[in-house]
């Protein structure tokens, strides 16, 4: 890694403290308040690692001509040597996480997430196993402190679900969940399989921005709105009034069912929130295929149809295949906590790529 110029951290450092004295003046109205303050607050943690990269060149050429001088005692050459080496190891772990700091963020990061879970082939293995995906991720946001809201789901006769659709709010819940779309993989012996043969199930996994009002504008005139009568599971109540809604965005042709509540009102508007994030997502879709001129990320492709990970019962094993990592620990994945140790893989293999294309840049 050749690190950061001199001239770039010059720049970092030089920024912070503009921004800082703007803070400072008078009469300052809120927004530009606001807008300053969060420049300042992105900035502080890139300058105060630049700061550090350039503490530790500066000390190791000044320890390094010591150690070179004939006319320095040979105890203090000797000294500047030991602290010279000590310096070699830490300026590369201080420069890679300048770097890291530096490289381009996905704006989408510190947002709340819609995570959706489909069964796939496999018939009811196939949704008692998104049953399990849906509970591993809802354990794992618990273990991080985030809110798990399911906003519906379609129970399957035997257990689990043929399709379910939750909310993941708190901080940075899409940075540490947008790895995990794609087809999830398991092999294991049905509880109805009297041979003890091993089946292959999948489910499928999107995990979506959320969109805030402000990011999509949704026009009443583009929607078609249906109300019917609630079916399946929920107790009389739900069926004697016309409380399940059906949107449909009528340029796209995207279509939200929401029948989960018993009011109109709040199945509407959950529904809303759905087709809203799932409106965001074409936009990003359609955006990143304008920069497709740019190395796309095997971690991060986002293909729903790219088979990502197997989950391996007789064996207790969980393969990732994008970056070839198996853990023998399926169930502290599945129980959720053991998650983290998946996804921190992922996510440092992700950085490891980006770092290696701005090097080949």
């Known amino acids: 890694m050749t690190g950061v110029s001199p001239e770039r951290i010059a720049s970092i450092e030089s920024r912070k403290h503009e921004l800082a004295a703007a803070m400072n003046a008078p009469d300052l109205s809120r927004d530009e308040m606001v807008r300053l303050s969060k420049d300042y607050a992105a900035i502080e943690p890139v300058a105060l690692a ?13 320890l390094t001509k010591l150690a070179a001088d004939p006319t320095a005692e040979d105890e203090l050459r000797e000294m500047a040597e030991h602290e010279a080496a000590d310096i070699r190891v830490r300026l590369p772990e201080a420069e890679r996480a300048l770097a890291l700091k530096l490289l ?3 704006a ?3 947002r709340a997430a819609m995570l959706e879970v489909r069964a796939g082939t496999g018939g009811d293995e196939a949704a008692l196993f998104a049953g399990d995906l849906l509970r591993m991720y809802q354990r794992f946001a618990e273990e991080q402190g985030w809110r798990f809201e399911l906003i519906s789901a379609s129970p399957s006769d035997v257990g689990g679900y043929k399709e379910a659709i939750a909310s993941i709010s708190g901080s940075g819940v899409f940075a540490k969940m947008k790895f995990e779309s794609g087809v999830h993989r398991v092999q294991r012996v049905p509880a109805t399989e009297s041979g003890g043969r091993i089946h292959t199930s999948a489910a ?30 929920g107790g ?7 409380s399940a809604v059906r949107i449909t ?3 796209t042709g995207l279509v939200v069912i929401q029948q989960d509540e018993k009011s109109q009102h709040k199945n509407k508007a959950k529904a809303l929130k759905v087709l809203r ?3 965001f997502e074409l936009e990003r879709e359609r955006l990143a295929s304008e920069r497709a001129g740019a190395r796309k990320s095997m971690v991060g492709s986002g293909d729903r149809s790219e088979r990502i990970r197997t989950y391996n019962f007789p064996q207790g094993r969980v393969t990732d295949h994008r970056i070839n990592l198996t853990l023998h620990k399926l169930d502290p994945i599945l129980e959720g906590p053991g998650l983290g140790e998946l996804v921190d893989a992922l996510i440092a293999e992700d950085e490891a790529q980006r770092l290696a294309g701005l090097e080949e840049a």
């Open 236 to 242: 009389q109540s739900v069926n004697t009034t016309d």
């Open 277 to 279: 994030t799932r409106l």
């Open 50 to 62: 630049a700061r550090e990269v350039r503490r530790l060149r500066a000390e190791l050429e000044v």
């Open 108 to 110: 989408a990061d510190e």
């Open 249 to 251: 965005h009528l340029p």
């Open 204 to 233: 499928t996994v999107a995990v979506l921005p959320e969109a805030e009002d402000v990011d999509i504008h949704i026009d009443e005139k583009d929607l078609r709105i249906d109300v019917y009568r609630s079916s399946g599971p």
């Open 104 to 106: 381009p963020r996905d």
